[in-house]
């Protein structure tokens, strides 16, 4: 059983940074694509920030440069590192993992932490 868990979101003021974490468990991040996604009510989800098996990382462009991706396989842990905050970063954050990279959607997914920018 397969369980994503974030933690980190607040409200912070412009400007300000935050650091986003996700823990996995009952699933091996070695190897995995995972991303980062954000959804305002009333819009789509919309990735910000996805790392692959090798390491690289893409980002959205609304976010680039501000916003880090990372992961550390022996702690189990997903972050978003998110600087320079802006109001219009302010969403429900989601962490989401492909079971196997070539599949070509997230099944799973973590409930969402509230990020405020004031």
């Known amino acids: 059983h397969v369980q994503l868990v974030e933690s980190g979101g607040e409200t912070v003021q412009a400007g300000g940074s935050l650091r986003l974490s996700c823990v996995a468990s009952g699933y091996n991040m070695e190897g995995k694509c995972m991303a980062w996604f954000r959804q305002i009510p009333g819009k789509e989800r919309e990735q910000v920030a996805y790392i692959v098996t090798d390491g690289t990382t893409t980002y959205a462009d609304s976010v680039q440069g501000r916003f880090t991706i990372w992961k550390d396989v022996g702690l189990k842990t997903l972050y978003l590192q998110m600087n320079n905050l802006k109001p219009e970063d302010t969403a429900m954050y989601y962490c989401?993992?492909?079971?196997?990279?070539?599949?070509?959607?997230?099944?799973?997914w973590g409930q969402g932490t509230q990020v405020t920018v004031s």
């Open positions: 989401a993992a492909r079971f196997i990279c070539r599949e070509d959607f997230f099944r799973y």
